[in-house]
């Protein structure tokens, strides 16, 4: 069993920044796809950013340039700065892990950490 904890959500301004942070323990997941899913009000999840082992990254296209992800396996965590925000930035942010490549469904989740964009 894996647990992922996030951190680091809260309120910033437009074009203000934030590191969101994702703790993980249970298992060694040092392999694994990790990676960010969101969902907005009235919106379903939607995928944000992965990274595969060891270091390949895919993001969609609106967070490309502004959000950027990475692991630190020595510290079992896996990161989100997320750059330049923008209002429609402002969602629940969910942790994930995967032991397969794609990640379209996500073995594990984390209870998610709220981020609000004001303009």
């Known amino acids: 069993q894996v647990q992922l904890v996030e951190s680091g959500g809260g309120l910033a301004q437009a074009g203000g920044s934030l590191r969101l942070s994702c703790a993980t323990s249970g298992r060694t997941i040092t392999s694994y796809t990790m990676g960010w899913f969101r969902q907005a009000p009235g919106k379903e999840r939607e995928f944000v950013a992965l990274?595969?082992?060891?270091?390949?990254?895919l993001y969609t296209n609106s967070v490309k340039g502004r959000f950027t992800i990475s692991r630190d396996n020595a510290k079992n965590t896996v990161y989100l700065q997320m750059n330049s925000l923008k209002p429609e930035d402002t969602a629940v942010y969910y942790c994930?892990?995967?032991?397969?490549?794609?990640?379209?469904?996500?073995?594990?989740w984390g209870q998610g950490t709220q981020v609000t964009v004001s303009s």
């Open positions: 990274i595969r082992w060891p270091v390949s990254t």
């Open positions: 994930a892990a995967d032991g397969n490549p794609g990640f379209t469904t996500p073995d594990y």
